[in-house]
């Protein structure tokens, strides 16, 4: 049984990523011009197709429907992604995945969830059969269900289930990594997948300057910035100082910094504009 034959959601209208924060994309599938070329194993598991975005825009996907054969094995794998400083690293996954229940006479083998891996290297070095297609030396960051999965019904009247999932790891410290997906089992379509590191913006806090800041290495992590009073202000109390959270979100300034004599602040506080006379 293929994906056409169970009508596989993969010419699909789907919404483009949102950013609820401050973030840089190191990459997304939505955006590929032409084919993202990922790395399939085996040859007979996953397959890309076409789909298309809310704004019928021609999109890549990855889809795989080898319900009827048990202990299913398919993997496929990104290409190098550079990390670009970026300590902790958050995946967007869009996907859809079809009701094991509403597939006449599949076996119990069946699957509705798939597994998100990542392996990290300081160059392009992967080939068809290095990093081994398994758990170690692939890292394992989670098993991924789905919140609604689709069946027949659902697709005669055009109704499709899009799952969105987020997972984030770390720490990360090789030049960069890539990411992996393994199917064992499922009737499913990997819509879209975002890759993204948080960071906090450059800001103007209590009279200072503090400069963009990549979140930590951990969700819970506060890295500290140091702060540079603005022109013609000067410090009153030391160290100034700013954390940025993990979800790329400045905490309550330390210290401060004062507009010099002869000095007042304006525009709310980020300049220090000479009195008139």
Known sequence: LDCI??????????????????SDVLMDSTTATAELGWTIYPSLGWEEVSGYDENMNTIRTYQVCNVFDSSQNNWVRTKYIRRRGAQRIHVEMKFSVRDCSSIPNVPGSCKETFNLYYFEADSDTATKVYPAWMENPWIKVDTIAADESFSQVDLGGRVMKINREVRSFGPVSRNGFYLAFQDYGA??????????????????????????TLSGAES?????????????G??????????????????VPIGRCMCKAG?????????????SV
């Open 187 to 212: 009737c499913m379509s990997l819509i879209a997948v975002r890759v993204y590191y948080r960071k906090c913006p450059r800001v103007v806090r209590n009279g200072a300057v503090f400069p963009e």
């Open 5 to 22: 034959e169970v009508e596989c959601a993969f010419n699909l209208y789907v919404s483009t990523f949102s950013s609820l924060f401050f």
């Open 263 to 275: 000095h007042e602040a304006a525009e709310n506080g980020t300049i220090c504009r000479g009195e």
């Open 234 to 251: 000067e410090e009153v109390d030391v160290p100034i100082k700013l954390y940025c959270n993990g979800d790329g979100e400045w905490l």
């Open 220 to 232: 819970t992590s506060l890295v500290a910035a140091r702060g540079t009073c603005i022109p013609n």
